[in-house]
């Protein structure tokens, strides 16, 4: 069985504050990790794709990614109350197969 | 068409009556995929179509869950004797290869099972 954990419990950040979520995997043979931002009653959208270990930053974005100690994150800076959704930690273990986690809900406080 | 489009957006039907759900990808998506999303919880991977390959159905829950793809275009999930359990938004996604690569998801069907 294929893990993905995420923190529970929703996330509540002031707004321009930074917002940090982390998502540790059971699979080490893992190679693709990719964090999907769903609002409420909508579906999944791609935000931030990672494969190497290090940081990577897309504007506010940042994903971070440890594959010795597996886990990955996302860092929200400048937070607004447009990223308020659930956030989805999502791991590709190979065979077509997409593994989620949960999700971690953030809720940006004006 | 612009994106994955699916219906019905919303489904109540009475426990032990069939449903069909509808998926039409992004054109030009050969990867087609459905998951279920309980209410608070992650995806569950259900069914994945490649082409016209074997599709792998090793994430239905039940024989009374059954997907057909036909080529690269709509698929159907259809769900059999429905139980309460099966309650959930269900959730198609197409991507242009694999699960590896950016997954486009449809709204979604709220199913709810009275």
């Known amino acids: 069985q294929k893990e993905v954990e995420q923190n529970s419990g929703p996330l509540s950040v002031p707004e321009g504050a930074i917002a940090s979520l982390n998502c540790t995997y059971s699979d080490r043979g893992s190679q693709s990790f990719f964090w999907y931002r769903q609002y409420s009653g909508k579906s999944p959208e791609l935000i931030m794709s990672?494969?190497?270990?290090g940081d990577k930053e897309d504007g506010r974005f940042t994903a971070q990614l440890n594959k010795a100690s597996q886990y990955v994150s996302l860092l929200i800076r400048d937070s607004q109350p447009s990223d308020s959704a659930t956030y989805l930690c999502?791991?590709?273990?190979?065979?077509?197969?997409?593994?989620f986690g949960k999700g971690n809900q953030v809720v940006v406080i004006p | 068409g612009a994106g994955v489009s699916q219906s019905p957006s919303n489904k109540v039907t009475e426990k032990g009556k069939d449903v069909e759900l509808r998926c039409d990808p992004i054109?030009?998506?050969?990867?087609l995929y459905w998951y279920r999303q309980r209410l608070g919880q992650g995806l569950e991977f259900l069914i994945y179509?490649?082409?016209?390959?074997?599709?792998?159905k090793s994430g239905l829950p039940s024989d009374r869950f059954s997907a057909e793809r036909t080529g690269e275009s709509v698929s159907t999930l259809t769900i059999q004797r429905t139980q309460q359990e099966d309650s959930a938004v269900y959730l198609c996604?197409?991507?242009?290869?694999?699960?590896?690569?950016?997954?486009?998801f449809g709204s979604g069907t709220q199913l709810s099972v009275l």
């Open positions: 054109s030009g998506h050969t990867a």
């Open positions: 999502a791991v590709y273990y190979g065979n077509n197969r997409l593994a």
């Open positions: 990672i494969y190497s270990n």
């Open positions: 179509f490649q082409g016209n390959s074997a599709p792998d």
């Open positions: 996604a197409s991507s242009r290869g694999t699960a590896n690569e950016k997954l486009f």
